[in-house]
């Protein structure tokens, strides 16, 4: 008896703290409280193999609340699929290299993949081919999952989108990640180098198959896109926010390209003018067809490089007379009306939300291309970020022959009991590493300890984004 009183003592007490827990503590947006696999098993991922013992797609396939860690580093070639929701992949614990996946991450579609913490992972998939067709490739593809936090992605090479939001997916944030070099390659027919799409398909026909597919609910915050055609992102459904991002060498940054309802912050950015064609830093493009769009902006201190056409700051376009005379910047039923916000909307009244920290566009380069992206920056994204810096490169299907060239695999730490935390860890703060149940104990952070331990490794490679001049 006196141990059935402990135990409901023990979950009145715990369970409402996980609920309040963020994901891990820098989270921020409409995806921050997403648990992930918070209290369940953690699964070491033993070797790089595309499936079978030890490998990553099996982890993906078990059931449950999951944690996944790595005892490997280095590229895992072959598609993933995330069949079951509850995940957190902590590729952060990748030893020496980290993880770049030449292939596909993805949620089957039709599906309500739920609940997904994704941190410190490339995604670099190979040309299109008959399974993955150009229409279809995207590097990552979730079109119908909820609740998802994406930080500190590289992803490339997406030949239709570079990351895929469309079917209604929601509850989304996607932070401090780095879209680069989406294929464009005019010989195969690969012309549709785009960034990010979010869409709820339901606004077209007034039905869903599933109520978690709203679409919208998304969080585009600090990240870098370059050579991307557009969709920097393209966000239909609100409530949005596209806050503190950075865009080169595009052509139209945010788009909507989908019927379009709702509520949009879009604050802080910066758009760059590239080598590959003009800029248009805005197209408010809705495809509703009618006279009046149920949409509302909010703009405020966008930063726009296009040396010759508009250089400096843009809040409301409506009443900036020098970018109106530059840029046809809206169609379709947008009006001046939409955009006449006093201060920024008030996403903190839908729950599960976290308001993201907001830094000024002047400066956010500086800060930005030292914070974003998988650790260590591969081939890749040492590539993208220096011809953003330089301003040069072009649209094109970049891929380096070697994507581990300067990235070194070291062997992973002494982990005795074989828990997902090192020995000198559980240690250090007073567990047992002979006890591979510990990894669930609660730590004065609030966290299991096998979180507080792969949240103090992403936290050591991305410290400098808190140091670096955010409000």
């Not at 609100?238 to 052509?251: D, F, H, L, S, W």
């Not at 879009?266 to 408010?284: R, T, V």
Request: charged residues 15%; proline residues 6%.
């Amino acid at each position: 008896m006196n141990k059935i009183v402990i135990l409901i003592i023990w979950l009145g007490y715990s369970i409402p703290a996980w609920a309040q827990l963020k994901a891990f503590p820098e989270a921020q947006g409409f995806g921050a409280y997403a648990s992930g696999g918070r209290g369940g098993a953690v699964i070491k991922v033993t070797n790089l193999n595309a499936t079978g013992a030890g490998s990553l797609q099996a982890a993906m396939n078990q059931p449950g609340p999951r944690i996944i860690v790595f005892d490997v580093s280095g590229i895992i070639t072959g598609d993933i699929s995330i069949p079951h929701g509850d995940v957190t992949l902590a590729g952060q614990t990748a030893p020496g290299a980290g993880i770049t996946l030449v292939g596909h991450l993805y949620t089957p579609y039709n599906q309500d993949i739920s609940n997904i913490i994704i941190r410190h992972i490339r995604v670099r998939p190979p040309n299109p081919d008959g399974q993955w067709p150009s229409s279809q490739h995207d590097a990552i593809q979730f079109s119908t999952a909820n609740r998802i936090i994406l930080d500190h992605i590289d992803a490339s090479h997406g030949a239709d989108e570079t990351i895929d939001f469309w079917g209604g997916a929601a509850h989304i944030t996607l932070q401090y990640s780095h879209l680069s070099f989406p294929i464009y390659d005019t010989a195969n027919g690969w012309t549709h180098n785009k960034g990010i799409i979010n869409h709820r398909p339901c606004l077209d026909n007034d039905s869903c198959n599933s109520g978690s597919r709203t679409g919208g609910y998304i969080s585009i915050l600090n990240n870098v896109f370059t050579h991307a055609r557009n969709r920097t992102p393209a966000l239909s459904v609100g409530p949005a926010e596209v806050i503190n991002n950075i865009t080169y060498n595009g052509r139209e940054g945010f788009v909507h390209h989908n019927i379009v309802a709702g509520e949009f912050n879009i604050i802080a950015n910066q758009y760059i003018e590239g080598p590959s064609i003009s800029l248009l830093p805005f197209w408010f493009d809705p495809e509703n067809n009618v006279s009046q769009v149920p949409s509302d902006y909010w703009l405020h201190d966008n930063l726009v490089e296009d040396p010759g056409t508009y250089t400096g700051v843009v809040n409301n376009p409506w009443t900036d007379v020098n970018f109106t005379n530059a840029y046809n910047f809206y169609c379709c039923g947008i009006n001046a009306n939409q955009f006449n916000q006093t201060t920024a909307f008030d996403f903190t009244i839908y729950s599960g939300y976290e308001a993201p920290q907001i830094g000024p566009s002047v400066g956010l380069e500086a800060r930005l291309l030292t914070a974003i992206g998988a650790y260590p920056h591969d081939i890749v994204a040492q590539q993208s970020i220096q011809e953003l810096q330089s301003r040069t490169g072009s649209w094109r299907n970049y891929r380096p022959a070697d994507l581990m060239a300067g990235l070194t695999p070291t062997p992973a730490l002494l982990d005795s009991d074989n828990d997902g935390m090192p020995d000198y860890w559980e240690m250090l703060h007073n567990l047992n590493p002979n006890n591979g149940n510990d990894h669930t104990n609660i730590m004065p952070s609030g966290y299991t300890a096998i979180e507080a331990y792969i949240n103090e490794l992403a936290s050591g490679f991305t410290d400098v984004i808190f140091s670096n001049g955010f409000d």
